[in-house]
């Protein structure tokens, strides 16, 4: 990490492989990055490398949470066949605020895919 330090300057990127340091190194007018593990990008290249990590984040946080949402309607339809009501609300309320945060990550994919459509064109 020394001599990384001597090449170039911390950056405030983790490395999207390993999540170590990232060392930003100015080459001229390139800037490249570099983990103290030996992976490498050029600034363009680090872009769609955190691009990617975001989507694999949004994919694992939606599949989580359409979990929870199935998990909290079988509670609810069990508490209901049970005759315990109460019991039975609480879930489908509990159901309901997990549909509104999946529809949140919903709306941050799509509006993710968009972007990366406008630059891809």
């Given at each position: 990490?020394?001599?990384?330090?001597?090449?170039?300057?911390?950056?405030?990127?983790?490395?999207?492989?390993?999540?170590?340091?990232?060392?930003?190194?100015?080459?001229?007018?390139?800037v490249r990055y570099?983990c103290h593990v030996?992976?490498?990008?050029?600034?363009?290249?680090?872009?769609?490398?955190?691009?990617?990590?975001?989507?694999?984040?949004?994919?694992?946080?939606?599949?989580?949470?359409?979990?929870?949402?199935?998990?909290?309607?079988?509670?609810?339809?069990?508490?209901?066949?049970?005759?315990?009501?109460?019991?039975?609300?609480?879930?489908?309320?509990?159901?309901?605020?997990?549909?509104?945060?999946?529809?949140?990550?919903?709306?941050?994919?799509?509006?993710?895919?968009?972007?990366?459509?406008?630059?891809?064109?």
């Open positions: 990490m020394t001599e990384m330090d001597r090449i170039g300057r911390r950056s405030v990127f983790a490395c999207p492989d390993c999540h170590g340091i990232m060392w930003e190194i100015e080459e001229g007018e390139l570099r030996g992976h490498a990008y050029s600034a363009e290249i680090m872009s769609l490398a955190l691009d990617e990590n975001l989507k694999r984040a949004f994919g694992s946080a939606l599949r989580a949470l359409d979990e929870r949402i199935a998990l909290a309607r079988k509670l609810e339809m069990q508490a209901n066949q049970s005759g315990r009501s109460n019991i039975a609300k609480s879930w489908a309320t509990k159901a309901l605020e997990f549909e509104a945060e999946a529809n949140v990550i919903r709306d941050s994919i799509r509006r993710t895919d968009e972007i990366a459509a406008r630059f891809a064109a």
